[in-house]
């Protein structure tokens, strides 16, 4: 049981993205991180994609892709990543139609991608993540702290002169995305250690982010006109990105299907590998 998965090195204009392939059957299953997290977000996943087509990479600045100093790390420089890792992906898997599966911060990338690129999505899958405002939309405290205006000069100035404290924001505020005491106490020194060297990308990606969420309120009608098949699948107990905002995504997307998965948080891949992988690669319609 278990096909091994190959590298695959994506140029990007002049940087190395770090994509992950695994051949198998049907549509290739793309699978995307947030912040502050990377590829390893789906360890627990994979082994229920067992026999699929499945690609992982990490966005540039994060994991094990290049980490250009004075890169504007932003929402739209990610679609850009996704477009490459597609378009680079070998033939043998035939990437004409892709299942697009986003969490926290890669919603606007792969949303903005699939806007541009309704033809070559087979189906998108939306994990805790967001897009644009919404009333119920809550920051998590850690990242509410690194991206408002003033705020968080002191905070980012902070964690440089404490590395302590800042190890500690990180532990507490990352434990609470997970369920199981074991498994958090096993994934998040794994995550912070490789969270360190992506701090600029982190805290770029944290400038960016209001800007993006206040202006993606424009593409609401694209998505409303949105033909492929969408299925949202919210850990229930995620306090952030909360049930509310799975809601929404289910109103505007006009074939979608809501699955919220009780005794799952923030990172309902982690909680809940099994029930997720099912719904990732259950048979997709046919293109409308």
Known sequence: MGTTAQPLDVMRGPHRLHVEVTRGAGPPVVLMHGFPDNIHLYDRLLPYLDGRQVVRFDFLGWGE?????????????????????????????????????????????????????????????????????TPRLRRPPAIALYSTPLVRDVARAAARRWPELDRRLYRWQVGRFIHDADVREQMVPQLYREFLPAREAFWRLNDDLLGTVLNRRRRVAAIRAFAPEVRVVFGADDRYLNPHVALEFASLFPHSELF?????????????????????????????
Do not use: C, F
Request: no cysteine; aromatic share 8%; hydrophobic share 40%.
């Open 65 to 133: 892709s290049d980490k250009p100093a004075g890169y504007p790390y932003t929402a739209d420089n990610q679609t850009g990543d996704l477009d490459a890792v597609v378009d680079a992906l070998p033939d043998d898997m035939d990437a004409r139609r892709v299942v697009l599966v986003a969490h926290d911060a890669s919603g606007p990338p792969a949303i903005d991608w699939a806007l541009a690129n309704p033809s070559r999505v087979a189906g998108l899958v939306l994990l805790n993540t967001y897009y644009h405002w």
């Open 260 to 288: 919220l998965i009780p005794r799952a948080g923030h990172y309902v891949q982690v909680d809940e590998p099994e029930r997720v992988a099912l719904l990732i690669t259950h048979e997709w319609p046919p293109s409308r």
